[in-house]
């Protein structure tokens, strides 16, 4: 179990890495396009977490009134 977790590990670092590099490379390259992009893609995600959280506390209050 401690070689799988480790290695589960490494391979989060290394994405994480990756990503990070690849962000930071494409942000030289085209700024505008990029923070553009990046604005947008947070936009939907908080928009969706928003959406799920409001789908979820209004399914427990129907659920529990009578």
């Not at 490379?25 to 947070?42: E, M």
């Amino acid at each position: 179990m401690a070689l799988k977790s480790t290695l589960a590990r490494k391979a989060v670092k290394t994405t994480a890495k990756h990503t990070a590099h690849g962000t930071a490379s494409k942000l030289k390259r085209d700024p505008v396009r990029t923070t553009t992009l990046l604005g947008l893609g947070a936009l939907l995600g908080a928009a969706a977490v928003w959406l799920f959280g409001r789908l979820g506390s209004g399914d427990s209050a129907s659920a529990s009134t009578p």
